[in-house]
């Protein structure tokens, strides 16, 4: 396998295998569902980074 492509050569791989997913008519799964309860109890970042300053 040729480890040195473009980004470019890389786009369009990555374009091909998305379009052969979904001509498939697979669909993509979430692994897990969102908690969003964490999200909401998470602090500002600039808060955060005075606790360790």
């Known amino acids: ?3 040195f492509k473009s980004k470019k050569e890389l ?19 979430k692994l897990a569902p969102l908690n969003e309860n964490a999200v909401a109890g998470a602090k500002p970042r600039k808060q955060r980074l005075k606790m360790f300053a």
Request: net charge positive.
């Open 11 to 29: 786009k369009e791989e990555l374009e091909r295998a998305r379009r052969y997913f979904i001509s498939q008519g697979r669909r993509v799964q």
């Open 1 to 3: 396998m040729d480890n």
